[in-house]
């Protein structure tokens, strides 16, 4: 792993495989670390010969975590467009001119805003579980939202209790949830870093951006939509947006499939990716 000065932060980024082979840079979601990209998942990348870049967003992981006193007049510290920013210039620093994006949930957003914004940067695109930023598609259950949005614990075994108690609500019902697993990394996770301060900046990011639907109809790029059709987190709607939107799209949804991705999907999604990528490299 090595910290990358980027837009006026730093980012925690971790690379694997073999710098010759086609790079694809994973973007993780709301309150995500790189270390929600599993090993065994990038592993599989690795083997279908693809150079994996992972990194923490801003106020995340050990990269920066934004100081709020320096936060605009607005109130609002940073945009998706930031998010963005940082992941094209995070490719600049490692002298990569474009790469296949793949984002997931909030990084299914900046991806979208990457394409959006840099398609330069952009060889093909993987929206995974996110939406379009659009009224009425993709909206979480009433029950999530009740269970999500409450002030965190103080302690750290409260702080496990709780997220484990989260991780089981968006957790895929078609498949097993080992909570012995679960519970180690949520404890990885908070040991590498807490904070859930960077959490709601990034939150704000995402409540505060504009409706990408229009945007996403000019893009001209191979894309792929992946969902579960059981996400109670972001409704499948907000996939089905998401693909009708792009018109150079395929539409995968997953039977059983919530908020995560499940262990025994990895081979289907890597899968997905690879033929993505093929279609752009055509």
Not at 81 to 98: M, N, P, R, V, Y
Not at 180 to 203: T, W
Not at 204 to 217: E, F, G, N, P, V
Request: proline letters at 5%; a negative charge.
């Amino acid at each position: 792993m090595t910290r990358i000065s980027v837009n006026g932060i730093k980012l925690e980024v971790e690379v694997s495989g073999r710098t010759d082979d086609e790079p694809v840079l994973l973007i993780c979601g709301l309150a995500g670390q790189l270390i929600d990209w599993k090993d065994e998942f990038v592993q599989l990348l690795n083997n279908m010969g693809f150079f994996v870049i992972r990194f923490d967003n801003r106020d995340s992981g050990l990269s920066t975590h934004i100081d709020p006193t320096n936060s605009p007049k607005d109130g609002i510290p940073y945009s998706l467009s930031d998010f963005a920013t940082d992941a094209s210039l995070l490719l600049d620093s490692l002298g990569i001119c474009s790469a296949h994006i793949v984002g997931a949930s909030m990084g299914g957003m900046i991806a979208q805003v990457l394409a959006i914004e840099h398609p330069e940067k952009v060889k093909s695109l993987v929206s995974i579980m996110s939406n379009t930023g659009a009224t009425g598609v993709g909206a979480p259950n009433n029950e999530i939202i009740g269970e999500i949005f409450v002030p965190p614990p103080e302690s750290r075994d409260e702080v496990v209790e709780h997220e484990l108690k989260i991780a089981r609500l968006i957790s895929s019902p078609g498949y097993i949830f080992d909570e012995v697993a679960e519970r180690d990394y949520i404890i990885e996770k908070y040991e590498r870093s807490y904070d859930p301060q960077g959490v709601v900046r990034q939150l704000m990011a995402i409540l505060y951006a504009k409706d990408r639907t229009s945007d996403l109809r000019e893009l001209d790029v191979p894309a792929a939509v992946i969902h579960g059709k059981a996400d109670v987190l972001v409704n499948v709607s907000g996939g089905i947006a998401t693909h009708e939107a792009i018109k150079n799209s395929t539409l995968h949804l997953f039977e059983g499939m919530s908020h995560d991705i499940p262990r025994e999907l990895y081979k289907d999604i890597v899968d997905i990716i690879d033929e993505n990528a093929k279609r752009a490299n055509k």
